[in-house]
């Protein structure tokens, strides 16, 4: 005899901008965390990798993965809120 799972509940729209907005600011904090450490910001970080200034290594990689992140994520929550 097979057992039955019982599917969990969708999440609703407000349980999920809750979420969106908890990870928004765990993101935030993040980036923020890398800009301090490095002395630069974000939006500087493209044309840094590009011109050599600053190398890329797993810690840059996942700063710009939490930046690109953190930038969708924003623009899909100010979407969602018009």
């Known amino acids: 005899m097979r057992a039955i799972h019982a599917q969990p509940p969708d999440p609703s729209?407000?349980?999920?901008?809750l979420a969106a907005i908890s990870l928004e600011r765990r993101l935030?904090?993040?980036v923020r965390a890398f800009e301090e450490r490095y002395e630069l910001r974000s939006a500087d970080l493209d044309r840094a990798l590009r011109t050599g200034s600053i190398r890329?290594?797993?810690?840059?990689?996942?700063w710009v993965v939490a930046h690109r992140?953190?930038?969708?994520?924003?623009?899909?929550?100010?979407?969602?809120?018009e």
Do not use: H, V, Y
């Open 13 to 17: 729209s407000a349980e999920l901008r």
């Open 28 to 30: 935030s904090l993040k």
């Open 56 to 62: 890329e290594t797993a810690e840059i990689a996942e």
């Open 69 to 81: 992140t953190l930038m969708g994520l924003a623009d899909e929550l100010q979407a969602r809120s």
